[in-house]
């Protein structure tokens, strides 16, 4: 479960004290932080795979052709929650070299549907990261 520190879920762009009161200002908040943070929480809440403790989706690690891109999911029955996170600050066009998520996905973030390929390249944005829901 991430952590969020104060004002972080409304894009709020200053460092807070650690030691002395130092209250949000909710107003103006940025929609673009404030309905992504929302959609989070609602794929935790929503998807079996990412459920706590002894009934957690199984983590499984598919390993890519790029450094500093890690591709992940957490899968319980039928449930598969896939991310993927690039840390590189260049778009990455990357391949899998071993097992590839298998089925259809939705987009979760995006919309829209993806079935993977081994033949097929996948693109991501610098610092970027998408999230897909089977």
Known sequence: MPLLYNGQEIGMN???SLFNPDP??????NKIY???FKKLTLLKRTQS???DGAGRGALKIY???KDNLFVYSRKKGDNEVLIMLNFNNVAVNFKWTGEIPSGSFKDYLNDGQKTFSSS?????M???Y???VK
């Open 14 to 16: 200053k460092s807070m």
């Open 63 to 65: 390993p890519t052709n």
């Open 126 to 128: 610098e610092k970027g």
């Open 130 to 132: 998408a999230v897909f």
């Open 49 to 51: 795979a990412l459920e």
């Open 34 to 36: 404030l309905n992504l």
């Open 24 to 29: 949000v200002q909710w107003d103006p908040a």
């Open 120 to 124: 097929e390249g996948n693109i991501l």
